[in-house]
């Protein structure tokens, strides 16, 4: 199985360490012998027909490299790479840009066309053309999978598609975005007011210099399109989010919740009428009122009634479970 | 269970405390007490409206009887029967906001209650917070009390914190 990976960030490097500790667990539970024939980043294209070798992959990820970093790499675009490079599964894992999912957006595509099975952790693509580009799968004949680009480690997707597929999903309720449940959570337990809790989180590398997609609920918004569309079957678009952020938090609120056993979260909600992302009073015990920066969706159905899973929502090697997940499945579909 | 309680009192002092010195004693729970002055009775007696919560009928017929024998007139008995309690979060100037219009306006919409009002201050500036606790005796009045009172937070600018899984 020969893999191109596009995006060679946190989330690029975590994969192909987790497919290096990976190799042997892969041949003897599935029988899967992946090979990394190329990875590419804005710096250029590191590729090998026969697969990259599998230490210097990893002592490349791990030093944080750049691509130009390995030797004998070319000068040439991530399309130029999807186009030239032979391999069955494209990875797509650049930065998202959920105004026009580029780079993200065209690579999918140009991958599809290519007959590559695409899996992506990328947010964008999927929030800007997630129809189109179903289609275009199906179209093409390849496979589709993007478990990596809600909930992190979570198999958000999967639970609901496969394991549910059973019932219908009234409404999806979900906390995720760490970022923001860290501060909520941290403002909790301190009575410490936003700006300083925010600028704790910065210092940790939890949040952003620019914190905006993760305060203003950008990206929780961006999370719950996708799964609207996946799981509910619907059509929505970016815009149709209604959004609010959590920067009006105050300590005072918080604490007004706990005195009747709530505590205040960041929820996204999507049933098959609204889609929504704002601060919600969550009572404590309640499925999604997890700590730290841990995500948690709750699903509410007609059969089982409701179904919650916990886990961590970032971090490469988290979301390189889910990644690996999804090649495992290609994998088995297409065998 | 929840019970509305009318009654009319002598315009002197110390009556309202002999009124509800029963509800106390019996382990009831006063919500909320409507004192209106301005709609005195022909005889001059004030209207006074109760809403306490008490464990059951024995007792409530035992608060009746109190009442009775302090020669309390009470005009009206009825037990509300709430179902659907909400808890909603308010962000923003709330002082400036009229809170005393929030709270008419809420209990004027049919089966609904506020049961309690809990507000904390911000510092000079800062926003302040508020709490509500709304009962309603349906799941469609108390849609009805989440729609009006976004709308009123729209308008004065104020951040609406509702419950996950708030009434269908």
Same mark, same amino acid.
């Given at each position: 199985m020969r893999l191109l990976i596009i995006g060679f960030g946190n989330l690029g490097r975590g994969l192909v360490e987790s497919l290096a500790e990976k190799k042997s667990f892969l041949y003897r539970r599935f029988g899967l012998k992946p090979r990394v024939v190329g990875v590419v980043d804005d710096s250029g294209a590191a590729t090998n027909n026969k697969g990259l070798d599998w230490r210097l992959l990893v002592k490349k990820a791990y030093q944080k490299?750049?691509?130009?970093?390995?030797?004998?790499?070319?000068?040439?675009s991530a399309v130029e790479a999807i186009e030239s490079v032979e391999c069955e599964i494209v990875f797509e894992l650049t930065p998202t840009n959920i105004?026009?999912?580029e780079p993200g957006l065209t690579h999918i595509k140009k991958a599809m066309k290519a007959g590559r099975h695409v899996i992506t952790s990328n947010k964008g693509p999927l929030v800007v053309a997630f129809r189109e580009l179903e289609h275009l799968a199906k179209k093409q004949g390849v496979e589709f999978r993007y478990s990596?680009?809600?909930?992190?480690?979570?198999?958000v997707i999967e639970l609901a598609r496969k394991?549910?597929?059973?019932?219908?999903?009234?409404e999806i309720q979900g906390v995720l975005n760490g970022t923001t449940n860290y501060i909520l959570s941290r403002m909790a337990e301190e009575g410490a007011p936003f700006d300083q809790v925010l600028r704790e989180a910065q210092e940790l590398g939890i949040?952003?210099?620019?914190?905006t997609l993760d305060i203003e609920g950008i990206d929780t918004a961006a999370k719950l399109v996708i799964l609207s569309n996946a799981i509910l079957g619907r059509d929505v678009k970016f815009k149709d989010v209604r959004r609010t952020g959590i920067?009006?938090?105050t300590p005072q609120a918080i604490k007004l919740a706990k005195e009747t056993g709530n505590t205040i979260k960041l929820v996204g909600v999507a049933t098959r009428q609204t889609v929504e992302v704002s601060p919600k009073l969550v009572?404590?015990?309640?499925?999604?009122?997890?700590?730290?920066t841990l995500n948690a969706v709750n699903f509410k159905l007609d059969l089982a009634r409701e179904i919650s899973i916990t886990g961590f929502g970032a971090g490469p090697r988290e979301t390189s479970s889910s990644l690996l997940g999804d090649l495992i499945d290609v994998c088995r579909t297409i065998a | 269970m929840l019970v509305k309680l009318v009654m009319e009192l002598e315009d002197i002092p110390g009556q309202l405390l002999r009124a509800l010195e029963p509800i106390a004693r019996y382990g009831g729970n006063i919500q909320s007490i409507i004192h209106q @002055?301005?709609?005195?009775?022909?005889?001059g007696r004030v209207p006074v409206t109760l809403i306490f919560e008490i464990e059951d009928q024995s007792r409530l017929k035992r608060v009746l009887n109190a009442l009775k024998s302090r020669n309390v007139l009470v005009t009206q008995v009825g037990e509300e029967v709430y179902t659907v309690k909400q808890t909603v979060i308010l962000l923003g100037h709330i002082v400036h906001a009229d809170i005393r219009t929030l709270v008419d306006r809420i209990n004027s919409i049919?089966?609904? @209650?506020?049961m309690d009002l809990s507000l904390a201050m911000g510092g000079p500036r800062k926003e302040s917070a508020a709490r509500l606790t709304i009962l309603s005796d349906s799941d469609r009045h108390a849609r009805k009390a989440i729609s009006w009172l976004s709308e009123f937070c729209k308008q004065k600018d104020l951040l609406l914190i509702t419950s996950v899984g708030g009434p269908p």
């Open positions: 490299a750049k691509v130009s970093a390995f030797p004998n790499y070319k000068r040439i105004q026009t999912g990596a680009s809600v909930g992190g480690a979570i198999p394991l549910l597929a059973g019932n219908e999903v009234l949040a952003e210099k620019d914190p920067a009006r938090i009572p404590l015990g309640h499925p999604l009122a997890v700590g730290g | @002055r301005e709609h005195k009775t022909p005889l049919t089966g609904t @209650r506020v």
